[in-house]
């Protein structure tokens, strides 16, 4: 049963609700707009609020579904709880629906901070924020955001699973992320709401 759950958690996370709110929207294929990319950020550019909205709402539960009620339906043990969180993730960033294409992770990985630590999740809400109303770059808010939660939960809760999960979110993060930091570097990153104005 686990192992279903695992394969469930991925299938969830891998809905592509913001190729599917484009599609409903405006007929697009959101790969072929914008960055390209399949995020909540990408969605908010191109398609405006209204759409994006609910897309990135059906995100962060994406991850906070199975990591809140699949433990309880199958009666494993806690650490099951993590695995699948991380299948979920997996799911968002290569979804089998769209080619292995997806977003980076961000809303699907507030969702199951959001279950598994919800301190560290609001600290991390918090951070990203305050960064993205102050800087307008929603890549630094979520990479500042993606830092801050493991040494939330690592002050919170101390050392155990769930921190060396938040861990390996953050370093998964900072990973997807890493165009946008040689953007960044460059100069080049585009500041959220206001269209083609770079850093």
Partial sequence: MTWLFVAASYL???TPSS???ARVARGIDLREHGSGNLGATNAFRVLGWKPALPAA???ILKGWVPVTYFPLWDGADEIWALAYGAAAIVGHVYSVYVGFKGGKGVATSAGVILALAPWAALAGIVV???LVATLRIV??????AAITVPVTVYLTEGTGPVLWLVVALAAFVLFAHRSNVGRLLRGEENRFGTKGEAT
């Fill in 128 to 130: 990203w924020g305050a």
């Fill in 12 to 14: 969830l996370g891998a």
């Fill in 57 to 59: 709402a059906v995100d």
């Fill in 139 to 144: 890549s630094v808010g979520s990479m500042a």
């Fill in 19 to 21: 190729y599917l709110a």
